[in-house]
């Protein structure tokens, strides 16, 4: 062992060796990162920074000023912080800013998921809805009247957007979605026939359940174009019906857009004449009645080329 450190002290001594430890010093103690340091630790003297020099050096490869330089980060995504432990200069890893951010988002992207729906209205927002119409203007304040109770945490009811088809019912329920997002509330948008046709694949699996529970449990759910989906018993009972009640007793507020007004959706949901039928539909309708405020969208296609 003395042989192997005498050796090491012989090259250390060699004066090309030691101008280039000295080269390296200066530079690492001239960081402004390892300068700070030291400036906020007035107790570390000239044996501890010593001591401490391939730490410094650990962090000032990597940093220039208050940026990690990617390419010679020993952690993708993360950089280099010095802190003093027990007397001795220390390097901790902490998450780089840009790690964090896209964590975010990534943490935004779960909390509102967007299914069976066009790419046009994915980045749907408020202050690209067209306000040339008075039912427009109404529309768009009962959606921020809703996000404004949402952000406060108050009861609110949902709304039942509906009107013919183009007039810009889908990009609104989106925009909600989106600007909800931003608040960090989860959400999910569905689009119905979709939707329908997913819950009647999943039956035939183990996963039915998990997945019925997400519609219901979700703090708000957009649901787009209800009435065109197949409708069936099943359908309107075990699926919309199991959903719809479940949020109506825990006030989890739901949100629809349809071409069909409240009294069309529930001849939609009546599917025979049978007087069964008609009295289920009812009560369906009296759930989705009784939880939103109907907001009616007038005027032509705005989908026509």
Do not use: C
Not at 98 to 104: C, H, I, P, T, V
Not at 148 to 161: E, I, P, V
């Amino acid at each position: 062992m003395e042989h192997i450190q005498s050796s090491i002290e012989k090259i250390l001594n060699r004066p090309d060796v030691a101008a280039s430890v000295r080269a390296i010093h200066e530079r690492v103690l001239s960081h402004p990162g390892v300068i700070m340091f030291l400036r906020t630790h007035p107790e570390i003297d000239q044996r501890t920074i010593e001591r401490g020099m391939l730490k410094l050096n650990e962090y000032a490869e990597q940093m220039h000023g208050n940026q990690i330089i990617e390419k010679k980060a020993v952690i993708e995504g993360y950089q280099p912080v010095l802190h003093l432990e027990k007397g001795q200069i220390m390097v901790a890893y902490e998450k780089t800013q840009a790690l964090r951010d896209l964590e975010n988002e990534r943490a935004l992207e779960k909390k509102f998921k967007s299914l069976f729906l066009p790419d046009e209205v994915r980045d749907a927002n408020f202050s690209d809805f067209d306000l040339t119409t008075t039912d427009r203007k109404l529309a768009l304040r009962a959606a921020s009247q809703f996000l404004n109770a949402t952000r406060s945490k108050q009861q609110t009811k949902g709304l039942y957007l509906h009107g013919s088809f183009g007039v810009g019912k889908t990009y609104l329920l989106a925009a909600i979605g989106n600007a909800l997002k931003k608040e960090r509330v989860a959400t999910i948008l569905v689009h119905a026939p979709g939707f329908v046709s997913e819950a009647k694949r999943r039956i035939r699996t183990d996963s039915f359940d998990s997945f019925l529970e997400s519609f219901q449990t979700v703090p708000v759910l957009l649901i787009d174009d209800i009435g065109a989906e197949s409708i069936s018993p099943w359908v309107r009972d075990e699926l919309f019906g199991i959903i719809l009640q479940y949020r109506m007793m825990h006030r989890l507020p739901t949100l629809f857009s349809s071409n069909l007004s409240y009294d069309e959706l529930e001849l939609h949901f009546g599917i025979t004449n049978d007087q069964g039928d008609k009295l289920k539909a009812m009560r369906l309708m009296e759930r989705i009645r009784t939880t939103t405020n109907p907001i009616e969208f007038l005027g032509e296609n705005r989908r026509r080329y």
